[in-house]
């Protein structure tokens, strides 16, 4: 059994991180501040006596003993991580820096949650780890992009400085039960937006392209990265499917039912035009293969926003 510490745990990813630790026979710690994530994504790990929960803000330094660290806190939706700018760079830089400190000291593997965010509006595509990107160093979206970039940064610096033990995961948009219903990111909102019948909201003309990995996929993905020796990454996990944010309105008006017109709002600058994760080094070095095809993901994902609603 390892003693095993998620921060961001109560978040929409870390609960279903949480759920497999468990099931898999960890002891697990949930460390979160709750302001994006909530006890009821965690309501039903509560009572498990090897679950235990602490409110906490990475930014702030913190004394445990782990074997394992699963860095997810940080607001992932550009609403929330727009609404304080500077505490989401705090947290990147700040909070990995603790979550860093820590793991050096327990001697515990950390496994950070990057992002593709770090290759920003990209020029190559699909996205290799080895492509650097293409970011704005002072638009809306630097406080979360540039705060990953330095975080992979400090990733591997206290590697190289202090032989931590490190693993870099990119994650591509993830989606799935336990998304906030006021998250803002494209899939909850549009699920939202047709169960309730009201307009589905594309920001641009719908052009712009992204690829949807459901959160078991993605889950079993990080901990694959975590139990392979030797090998840290950066590695991209996702869904390759690719597809309009137009298709994807279209796919859940239809998924639904409903009768919900799509309108058009302004995009907001910076949005990435396309992306989609080349996935042929996850498959090589983790055996990665997403199962999840979207359409059965959004099916699942839809039936519990309709319990939720
Ligand atoms: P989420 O907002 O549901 O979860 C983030 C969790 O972190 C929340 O529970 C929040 O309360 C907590 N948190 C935020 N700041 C904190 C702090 N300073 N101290 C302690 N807790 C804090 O988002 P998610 O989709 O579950 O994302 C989890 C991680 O995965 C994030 O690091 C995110 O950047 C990364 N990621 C997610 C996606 C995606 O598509 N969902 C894509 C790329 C990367
Ligand atoms: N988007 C949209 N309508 C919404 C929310 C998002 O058209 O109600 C668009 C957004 O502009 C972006 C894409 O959907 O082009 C994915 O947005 P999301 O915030 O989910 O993720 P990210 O941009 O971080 O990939």
């Known amino acids: 059994m390892k003693n095993i510490l998620i921060t961001g745990g109560a978040g929409f990813i870390g609960s279903h991180l949480s759920e497999k ?18 006890r009821k994504n965690i309501e039903h790990l509560m009572d498990n006596k090897e679950f235990e929960l602490i409110r906490h ?3 702030e330094p913190i004394l445990i003993e782990v074997d394992e660290i699963y860095n997810l806190a940080c607001p992932a939706s550009p609403v929330h991580y727009q609404y304080n700018a500077i505490k989401t760079i705090k947290t990147s830089v700040l909070g990995v820096t603790n979550m860093l400190g820590l793991a050096k000291r327990a001697k515990a593997k950390i496994l950070q ?12 595509h699909p996205q290799r780890e080895d492509y650097w990107g293409n970011v704005n160093t002072i ?43 006021n998250d803002g990111r494209v899939v909850s909102n549009f699920i939202v937006q047709a169960l309730k019948g009201q307009d589905i909201t594309i920001y641009g003309d719908g052009s712009q392209t992204r690829s949807f990995c459901y959160v078991d996929d993605l889950v079993r993905g990080m901990t694959a990265l975590m139990n392979k020796e030797g090998f840290m990454g950066p590695v991209n996990v996702g869904n390759d499917g690719e597809y309009t944010i137009k298709e994807l309105a279209e796919m859940i008006i239809e998924l639904t039912n409903s009768n919900s017109k799509i309108v058009y709002k302004p995009l907001p600058s910076d949005d990435p035009c396309k992306r989609r994760p080349d996935l042929t080094l996850a498959r090589r070095e983790l055996g990665y293969e997403p ?8 099916k699942k994902t839809i039936e519990y926003f309709a319990g939720v609603i």
Request: with cysteine; aromatic share 8%; net charge negative.
């Open 21 to 38: 630790l468990l099931n898999e026979g960890n002891h697990v710690i949930c460390l979160d501040n709750f302001f994006t994530g909530s």
């Open 57 to 59: 803000d990475i930014v």
């Open 113 to 124: 949650a990057s992002t593709s965010e770090v290759y920003g509006d990209p020029l190559v």
């Open 139 to 181: 638009g809306i979206r630097s406080c979360y992009d540039e705060g990953k970039r330095v975080a992979e940064t400090l990733m591997m610096d206290y590697h190289r400085q202090h032989n931590v033990d490190i693993k870099i995961i990119r994650i591509f948009n993830t989606y799935g039960p336990r998304m906030a219903e």
């Open 291 to 298: 199962e999840v095809h979207v359409k059965d993901g959004l």
